[in-house]
């Protein structure tokens, strides 16, 4: 089993910045993907930005140059640094983690959400 934890989130003015953390745990043998999705109300869940294990990245085009998304293999951490804020940023972000187990099986995690407040 696999336990992802947030944190980061939070108000933060037009132009701010945040950083999100999401720390992975339990029984990891190896993580492929570590990613930050985002929901906003009414919409349905949408990706920010993923890295893959050989620390490629891809985000979302209402974020690029905007947001970076990194990784610390060594702790199994990924970071979404969030600049130039605005308010349709505004939503609940989701850490997502998949790899395999010990065991060798596939596992896909989800975090349980931070949210995210843009707003003067």
């Given at each position: 089993q696999v336990q992802l934890v947030e944190s980061g989130g939070g108000l933060v003015q037009p132009g701010g910045s945040l950083r999100l953390s999401c720390a992975a745990s339990g029984s990891i043998f190896s993580i492929y993907v570590m990613g930050w999705y985002r929901q906003a109300p009414g919409k349905q869940r949408e990706l920010v930005a993923v890295?893959?294990?050989?620390?490629?990245?891809?985000y979302a085009d209402s974020v690029k140059g905007r947001f970076t998304i990194s990784r610390d293999n060594a702790k199994n951490?990924?970071?979404?640094?969030?600049?130039s804020l605005k308010p349709e940023d505004t939503a609940v972000y989701y850490c997502n983690v998949q790899g395999r187990d010990f065991?060798?099986?596939?596992?896909?995690?989800?975090?349980?959400?931070t949210q995210v407040t843009v707003s003067s």
């Open positions: 890295i893959t294990s050989g620390a490629s990245t891809n951490t990924v970071f979404l640094q969030m600049n065991l060798n099986r596939y596992f896909g995690s989800w975090g349980q959400g």
